[in-house]
Every structure is written in structure tokens, then in C-alpha cells.
Nanobody
Framework: QVQLVESGGGLVQAGGSLRLSCAAS????????VAWFRQAPGKEREVVAG????????YCTDSVKGRFTISRDNAKNTAYLQMNSMKPEDTAVYYC????????????????????WGQGTQVTVSS
């Protein structure tokens, strides 16, 4: 497991942008798959986007395609989620998660595949 710390959340108007960061405590982060999940009040945690350690395999849920982009800088042990054209329905607590090794695209949808989680950062989009 690695320790993960998210930052960059906040309040933004609809149509605006935010960039979330996920800083990992160990260099082993560079060999792990990473993903961003979110959980809105009264709803289950859902995956937003995922990225393999090499960047060769990605996953993005349909509701954010074309608006959100996941990336990583392994030299900095950091992953990012760039969120553009944000909507009120994007309001949620966003979590960074890491999994050992390689994940197939369909595996990013399962929280149980991830053994490391951040504490979450609140994102609120006003209409």
C-alpha cells in the first residue's frame, strides 16, 4: 500500500475547471495503476477515470468523457484529474486510489481492486 493525499478541490461555477492532484508517499506509485473515484451524497462510489502505470491503458466513465482527463507524473509520484466544463452533477467527494500492477480497463470500475485510498477532496459545482 501507499499513502495518497488529494488536493485541489473546491467550489466552482458550472462550466468552470478544476485540477485535482494525488500525491503518493512512495516511489512504488510509479508501478501502480491509479484511478479517481467520486461519491455524491446518497450514492455509491463510482470510478471517474483510471490510468495504468505506463499510461498505455486508460479508462474513463461515459459521463465525463471529453471533459475530464487523467494523467500522471511518475517522477513526482503524482496523479492528476483535469476537470473542464464542469456540471452540478459532478459535485461529489473525489478520491484517488492505487492498485498494484496492471489493470484491465474493466477492472477500474471495481473499488475492491484498489488497496490504497486517499482521504478525499470535496468538489462542488454551483449552477
Amino acid at each position: 500500500q501507499v499513502q495518497l493525499v488529494e488536493s485541489g478541490g473546491g467550489l466552482v461555477q458550472a462550466g468552470g475547471s478544476l485540477r485535482l492532484s494525488c500525491a503518493a508517499s512512495e516511489r512504488t506509485f510509479s508501478s501502480r495503476a491509479v484511478a479517481w473515484f467520486r461519491q455524491a451524497p446518497g450514492k455509491e462510489r463510482e470510478v471517474v477515470a483510471g490510468l495504468s502505470w505506463s499510461g498505455s491503458n486508460t479508462y474513463c466513465t461515459d459521463s465525463v468523457k471529453g471533459r475530464f482527463t487523467i494523467s500522471r507524473d511518475n517522477a513526482k509520484n503524482t496523479a492528476y484529474l483535469q476537470m473542464n466544463s464542469m456540471k452540478p452533477e459532478d459535485t461529489a467527494v473525489y478520491y484517488c486510489a492505487a492498485a498494484p500492477g496492471y489493470l484491465a480497463s474493466s477492472s477500474y470500475t471495481k473499488p475492491t481492486n484498489f488497496d490504497s485510498w486517499g482521504q478525499g477532496t470535496q468538489v462542488t459545482v454551483s449552477s
